[in-house]
């Protein structure tokens, strides 16, 4: 099973409010990534970054903003909750010149 | 543009049956193509992948088909059990680029 961390796996909030999810792995992997899930099981890209100092949007546009720090973390902060933001993010990560992507087990974001 | 189209969407089967899911890719850059097993409350995870000099490649239960020509591959389950029950995706990811494209995915249910 692959180490990597996410917090909190749920999380109920009001609207307005700022969050942050926190994604953390131990295998020193350079790439990691944000993906936004539908309930319909689509994946959807909306942060990656490849290396510390180094993030980029995806194909989703988001409201959210990231950060890479560390090698080991990449949280994904929203500065105001909505609606709209209710659903599944996972966190994901591979290591250099590799193409397999080892996924965090989610954290599942429902905004009242 | 979605670049990589699963189908079907969703795939019932009983118990010993063979589960077949299929995609289909368009950019002949891709080289590398696997396919993730998500069970509910968990992130995906690698099942098995190929990549475009073989035109199959089996583990266990778990085959898959690729025709370069065609820009088609598939997954084929044998002999599936109530335990395979989960979603599964297929993804694309070419050379230089380590963000794979991701079908939408399968919901398949194997019943008893």
């Known amino acids: 099973e692959a180490d990597i961390y996410q917090t909190p796996r749920y999380l109920v909030i009001g609207t307005g409010k700022k969050i942050t999810l926190e994604c953390s792995q131990t295998m020193g992997h350079d790439k990691m990534y944000w993906y936004q899930q539908d309930p319909g099981m689509e994946l959807h890209l909306i942060h990656y970054?490849?290396?510390?100092?180094?993030?980029e949007k995806g194909d989703l546009s988001s409201e959210s903003t990231v950060s890479r720090i560390r090698t080991e973390h990449f949280p994904l902060t929203l500065e105001s909750a909505r609606p709209s933001h209710t659903s599944q993010y996972l966190c994901?990560?591979?290591?250099?010149?590799?193409?397999?992507?080892?996924f965090g087990p989610g954290t599942r974001l429902t905004v009242t | 543009q979605q670049q990589v189209k699963q189908s079907p969407q969703s795939l019932i089967v009983q118990k010993g049956g063979i589960s077949i899911i299929n995609c289909a890719y368009e950019?002949?850059?891709?080289?590398?193509f696997p396919w993730y097993q998500q069970f509910p409350g968990k992130g995906p995870a690698l099942l098995i992948a190929i990549r475009p000099d073989v035109s199959e490649k089996k583990e266990g239960r778990f085959t898959i088909s690729f025709n370069k020509s065609a820009k088609q591959f598939s997954l084929h389950i044998m002999d599936s059990q109530p335990g395979d029950s989960a979603t599964y995706f297929c993804a694309a990811s070419k050379g230089g680029s380590y963000i794979p494209t991701f079908g939408r995915g399968t919901s398949l249910i194997v019943h008893p």
């Open positions: 950019n002949t850059a891709f080289d590398y």
């Open positions: 994901a990560s591979n290591p250099a010149g590799g193409y397999e992507q080892y």
């Open positions: 970054s490849y290396g510390v100092n180094s993030t």
